[in-house]
């Protein structure tokens, strides 16, 4: 396993590490990752009091994937309220919830069977299928039946 189940308080000025490291947080107990292998940390934006949450990928040798977004060493980028964070083979599903404190946050793990990626996808074709339409790319909208153009049949000398 990567690292125990565990939920743990950290002050908000804390850079969380990740990696095979004695002194991260969170060991990595495999030889795959890297002795410093990712970083979360806590970030406020000039223009809001809601707190946001960055990562930056410390590993030279592995790129970290946030959801398809690829970051190699010493990038970093904001994490979005649901994502993938992978590397190697490691996949870790990450959703952030609000909060009221401006002192501490705190982290969950835990281990699942399945991927987070095979999960989401998952979720995903489990969506409903509408009776009088198909969903659109937009998803609140519906397109109708009679609002989709239809498949014409041409014969192959008519072109």
Known sequence: TLFRSTKKRHKIDEVV?????QSCPYILWDTRASRAQFVLQVFK???SSELSFEVKNMSRKCKLFVDNVELVYL?????????????????FLIQLEAGDSD?????FFEFTTESPLE?????????????????SYYPN???????MET?????????
Not at 17 to 21: A, K, P, S, V
Not at 75 to 91: A, T, Y
Not at 103 to 107: K, L, Q, S
Not at 151 to 159: L, T
């Open 103 to 107: 002192e501490y946050f705190e982290t």
């Open 17 to 21: 590490q990740f990696g095979r490291d």
């Open 141 to 147: 909208s519906y397109l109708r039946y009679s609002e």
């Open 119 to 135: 999960e989401s996808l998952l979720a995903q074709s489990m969506q409903p299928v509408p009776e009088q339409g198909v969903t």
């Open 151 to 159: 498949a014409v049949e041409v014969d192959e000398n008519e072109f």
């Open 45 to 47: 934006r000039f223009d």
């Open 75 to 91: 990038n970093k980028m904001e994490l979005p309220s649901k994502c993938i964070i992978r590397f190697g083979d490691f996949h």
